[in-house]
């Protein structure tokens, strides 16, 4: 069974934990999009793990990591994770992967996408993380990107300084200052060093795996709103965190995936700017950050809260063919005396949309259509079945897969590891 596990809201939906949970039954974990803008929490005991860019899957001996093709890699980033993953102990020899083919973000990029943020007028500010992942991909579809292969090349540190002095027109044409290429050769020296044994054609090793017949879980960070094409464009990532995404961020053939696993919040949340039709700005809004701990696992920031948006949950069901759902972050809603479900937008003329509209601008005359149902206000966090749960709490969830379709394979009730129920996976 080779799974792909996508995100189907804004992001933050519980993908490490749910990764981690799934890596149990898998000897191979793939990355293949983004970077280190994506921050997975996953929780064992008392500690808790944030990693950005080395698959969860790291926190479980014996399975293989992979870093594919379609990620962008900070290796300063990435050099700081595989430090912090060893002093936890964990083993990385033999078991840890870069792609070739993966593309590098570098300083200049970080700079750019600071500089070019800073330079977009209010209202069109994207809310980036700020970790260069927008101008690492246009330098990659522009064909003028750094590939992690290239560090295994004799002039690898002549192309660092070729690549700051044309980065630097874009830097400075923003009003920003200028990078020094010497500094930045020696700041990159050492990394030739540090990552060269890690690098190694993935695809290759994928497919020797895929022939012996392991088992892979294609891992998505981000989501399928954030995704360059599907998303609220341009409030978005700049790659393809949606299904797809697996086969081309990792060179594999459609046909080698056998199910996709959607994780799906049982509320809405959102970091960084664009629409949000189902936002609160309420109390009922900072309940929801307070209880569900929203805030940002890669910046710290407040994440905007709302209640569940079944449009954008079922447009990620049929954009992503999720099977199943990974829902997740249930306790949350424990206190609500009513939970509602927004099942459309309405127009001021009194016309309803159902399914997500592509131009924006539609929603700001829009106000959300809301089913609302009775709370449960008890404590699920410590329920370990389905049948165990309270009668309105899966007459919710039940609603919801009514709504959006796909069935339910997995339920979180709570941070920690055990608080994860297999429903029907
Ligand atoms: P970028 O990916 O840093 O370019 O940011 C683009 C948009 O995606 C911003 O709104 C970010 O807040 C959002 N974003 C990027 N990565 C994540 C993530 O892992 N979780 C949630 N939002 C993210």
Redesign the pocket.
């Known amino acids: 069974m080779n799974t792909v596990l996508v995100g189907a809201q ?3 939906e519980g993908k490490g934990k749910v990764i981690d949970f799934l890596t149990e039954e898998a000897d191979v974990v793939v990355r293949f999009q983004g970077g280190s ?3 997975h929490t996953v929780v064992v005991g008392d500690r808790k793990y944030v990693l950005h860019l080395v698959p969860s899957g790291i926190l479980h001996e014996g399975k293989h990591c992979v870093i594919g093709n379609g990620v962008v890699m900070d290796p300063f980033d990435l050099m700081r994770e595989l430090e912090q993953v060893e002093s936890w102990g964990f083993t990385l020899k033999g078991r840890f992967h870069i792609s070739e083919r993966a593309h590098m973000v570098m300083q200049w990029h970080r700079a750019i996408d600071k500089a070019e943020e800073a330079a977009r007028a209010e209202g069109a500010k ?4 700020g ?1 260069g ?2 101008p690492a991909y246009a330098a990659k579809v522009g064909r003028y990107g750094m590939r992690v292969g290239d560090i295994l090349k004799p002039d690898f540190l002549d192309l660092v300084r070729r690549q700051v002095a044309e980065a630097n027109r874009t830097i400075t044409a923003l009003g920003a200052l200028p990078l020094d290429p010497e500094e930045m050769v020696k700041l990159y020296a050492p990394m030739v060093q540090a990552l060269m044994p890690y690098v190694t054609d993935t695809i290759e090793f994928i497919h020797d795996k895929l022939e012996k017949g392991a088992t892979f879980l294609f891992e998505g ?2 989501a399928t709103m ?1 995704d360059i094409d599907f998303g609220t464009y341009p ?4 790659s393809n965190p949606t299904a797809g995404g697996a086969c081309t961020g990792s060179g594999v053939s459609p046909r080698a995936i056998d199910r996709v696993i959607g994780v799906l919040k049982l509320y809405t949340t959102r ?4 629409p949000f039709p189902t936002e609160l700005l309420d109390d009922d809004g900072e309940t929801l950050r307070k209880r569900g701990g929203e805030f940002g696992a ?1 910046t710290g920031r407040p994440r905007r809260c709302g209640w569940f948006d079944a449009v954008i949950a079922r447009y990620a069901q049929r954009v992503n063919g999720v099977d199943f759902w990974a829902m997740t972050k249930l306790d949350v809603l424990d206190a609500f005396p009513v939970v509602k479900i927004c099942t459309g937008y309405r127009r001021k003329d009194g016309f309803v949309y159902t399914t997500f509209p592509a131009d924006l601008e539609v929603l700001k005359w829009c106000e959300p259509v809301y089913e609302e149902m009775p709370g449960w206000q008890c404590e699920t966090s410590h329920i370990t079945s389905y049948d165990a749960l309270p009668e309105n709490a899966k007459k919710y969830i039940s609603r919801i897969l009514e709504l959006v379709g796909g069935k339910l394979g997995v339920l979180s009730v709570g941070p920690a590891r055990e608080t994860t129920l297999r429903i029907s996976i």
């Not at 994207?126 to 993380?129: N, S, Y």
């Not at 409030?235 to 700049?238: A, D, G, L, M």
């Not at 970091?271 to 664009?274: A, I, S």
């Open positions: 804004w992001g933050d803008n994506a921050g994207i809310g980036t993380t970790r992942i927008g960070a981000q954030l409030f978005v990532t700049s970091v960084g700017e664009g890669t």
